[in-house]
């Protein structure tokens, strides 16, 4: 299974940009989908969450102006990151809960993509 995201680069400050992951490889099923984002020296941090379902988690930082969104029919997620501040700047990885043929039928892991840079600047 490969997640390959798409979308980083430059954006001013109040800009928009938008994110997408896509998953490819032996999928049965695809849960959990979501965006974290890591700065030097910093850890991995949640940005949004989603679930098969549609329900979704931010977090407080990023309410109100990023949205997650999901096209399970494409094992694809987005992010559309509106208003975006310098603090905003970051690799950002997708990552999902995925389903593949198993030994024993199915087995679950997590996958992680590459990860794409957004820079928020003027």
């Known amino acids: 299974v490969q997640l390959q995201a798409f979308g980083g680069g430059l954006v001013q400050p109040g800009g928009s940009l938008r994110l997408s992951c896509a998953a490819s490889?032996?999928?049965?099923?695809?849960?959990?989908m979501g965006w974290y984002r890591q700065t030097p020296g910093e850890r991995r941090e949640l940005v949004a969450t989603?679930?098969?379902?549609?329900?979704?988690n931010y977090a407080d930082s990023m309410k109100g102006r990023f949205t997650i969104s999901r096209d399970s029919a494409k094992n694809t997620v987005y992010l559309q990151m509106n208003s975006p501040r310098p603090e905003d700047t970051a690799v950002y990885y997708c990552?999902?809960?995925?389903?593949?043929?198993?030994?024993?039928?199915?087995?679950?892991?997590?996958?992680w993509g590459h990860g794409t840079k957004v820079t928020v600047s003027s």
């Open positions: 990552n999902s809960k995925v389903a593949t043929p198993g030994p024993r039928g199915i087995d679950w892991s997590d996958y």
């Open positions: 490889g032996s999928i049965i099923k695809i849960n959990d």
């Open positions: 989603i679930t098969r379902a549609g329900s979704t």
